[in-house]
């Protein structure tokens, strides 16, 4: 890592610091310290090219107290097995299926055990109905190959090659949105650790450390389903939504805090009721039922996830400081809201109009919120 990242990441991991030059740094920038700090306290065995051993690599996503007092700041919420098993399965030699709805943090997670594991998480490939199989294999440098013909020198390795070849984690993100041919560019790579470059009579082979993690939309199921013989590659593990309110509202909030600071917020009080008001209203909507297990209702077309609950807390936060008294209040996230839960502007408005009616209206404490969603839905 050059000097001015290192100098970047470790400002915006302490939240201070003039060098705040990078709006989203990588989380093995961002965490480089507790990243450090774990590796000097592991003393646990770890698997080949491993930069931590998989407990150290479970405590960096789940959060701790290290023995020298250091904090681990949880990336991820949620059962600790669910955590485990995605880690110990990286060092096997299946690869990592991450699967989930929406917004349940599959990049997330992703990201934070690649940059755990390998210390590096932008070996990426971004999967969409148009990724080239060069995308995952590689390319060639045009200029040489017309120069000198085609030659190890001429040729452009893509992230999963450049993951084999250093013994670090490839990422393949949306991997059901990839057409299915491309898809089964994997095959090979995963079973036998090998990537073929005809063109040159040669082959990459995996060294240890190599491994893959793909993240999947459950939603997306049916667009470019996964080959039974692709899927037998991976161990499936899939992400839950948040089991309770208060676990929600800690992802939020944590979040919201760490990306106000990313794009400097004035430190607001955190407005914890507001919070609240937001994710119990997306829950409900989500579930289709009242907390309290009493009222039906109908869920909106959208997806209401966590994602989006910390979008609309966010954007009422640089409300509140650009427009308001600073504190976040039910009028800077009646706007964010109104827009996240109606998408379609017909079917959905009319399922928001029952909520606000026969839900928010008759709720104690809510008239503020209620009044303020009125004005913005009028
Ligand atoms: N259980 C959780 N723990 C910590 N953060 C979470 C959790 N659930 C959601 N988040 C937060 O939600 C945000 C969105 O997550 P992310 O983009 O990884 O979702 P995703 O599952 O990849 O969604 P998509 O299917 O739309 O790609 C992240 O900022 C992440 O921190
Ligand atoms: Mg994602």
């Known amino acids: 890592m050059a000097g001015a990242e290192e100098s970047a990441a470790r400002a915006e991991g302490a939240g201070t610091g003039a060098e705040e030059e990078v709006l989203r740094p990588h989380a093995?920038?961002?965490?480089a310290y507790e990243l450090k700090a774990l590796a000097a306290a592991d003393d646990r065995p770890r698997p080949a090219r491993w930069n931590l051993s998989p407990w150290a690599v479970a405590t960096y996503l789940l959060g701790g107290v290290l023995p020298d007092g250091t904090a681990i700041s949880p990336k991820y919420v949620g059962p600790r097995r669910i955590v485990?098993?995605?880690?110990?399965?990286?060092?096997?030699?299946?690869?990592?299926?991450?699967?989930?709805?929406?917004?349940?943090?599959?990049?997330w997670v992703s990201e934070h055990?690649?940059?755990?594991?390998?210390?590096?998480?932008?070996?990426?490939?971004?999967?969409?109905?148009?990724t080239p199989e060069e995308a995952i294999r590689y390319g060639w440098d045009y200029a040489r190959l017309l120069?000198?013909?085609?030659?190890?020198?001429?040729?452009?390795?893509?992230?999963?090659?450049?993951?084999?070849?250093?013994?670090?984690?490839?990422?393949?993100?949306?991997?059901?949105?990839?057409?299915?041919?491309?898809?089964?560019?994997?095959?090979?790579?995963?079973?036998?650790?090998?990537?073929?470059?005809?063109?040159?009579?040669?082959?990459?082979?995996?060294?240890?450390?190599?491994?893959?993690?793909?993240?999947?939309?459950?939603r997306d199921r049916g667009v470019n389903d996964l080959s039974s013989a692709l899927r037998r590659r991976f161990n499936t593990v899939v992400l839950p939504l948040p089991a309770t309110v208060e676990d929600e509202v800690d992802?939020?909030?944590?979040?919201?805090?760490?990306?106000?600071?990313?794009?400097?917020?004035?430190?607001?009080?955190?407005?914890?009721?507001?919070?609240?008001r937001v994710v119990t209203v997306f829950r409900e909507l989500r579930d289709g039922v009242t907390a309290d297990g009493r009222t039906k209702v109908k869920s909106p077309s959208g997806t209401l996830s966590t994602a989006e609950a910390i979008s609309v807390v966010t954007g009422g936060l640089a409300l509140a400081a650009h427009f308001g008294?600073?504190?976040?209040?039910?009028?800077?996230?009646?706007?964010?809201?109104?827009?996240?839960?109606?998408?379609?502007?017909?079917?959905?408005r009319v399922v928001w109009n029952e909520y606000l009616e026969s839900v928010v209206r008759e709720r104690d404490g809510w008239k503020d919120f209620y009044r303020a969603c009125r004005e913005v839905s009028a």
């Open 28 to 31: 093995e920038d961002a965490f």
């Open 84 to 107: 485990e098993v995605a880690v110990t399965t990286l060092a096997t030699d299946r690869a990592l299926l991450l699967l989930g709805v929406p917004g349940t943090a599959k990049t």
């Open 113 to 130: 055990l690649a940059a755990a594991v390998s210390g590096d998480s932008t070996l990426l490939v971004q999967g969409t109905a148009g």
């Open 147 to 218: 120069a000198h013909g085609p030659s190890r020198d001429a040729l452009v390795p893509g992230p999963v090659m450049r993951a084999m070849s250093g013994g670090g984690i490839a990422r393949v993100e949306e991997l059901t949105r990839i057409p299915a041919d491309v898809q089964d560019t994997l095959i090979t790579i995963l079973s036998e650790k090998t990537l073929p470059i005809p063109e040159l009579g040669q082959e990459v082979m995996a060294v240890r450390g190599f491994n893959l993690i793909a993240t999947a939309n459950d």
């Open 251 to 276: 992802i939020v909030a944590r979040r919201v805090d760490q990306m106000g600071r990313a794009i400097d917020l004035p430190q607001a009080p955190p407005g914890a009721d507001e919070i609240r």
């Open 325 to 348: 008294d600073g504190v976040l209040r039910s009028a800077d996230v009646a706007a964010g809201i109104l827009g996240a839960v109606v998408r379609d502007p017909a079917a959905d």
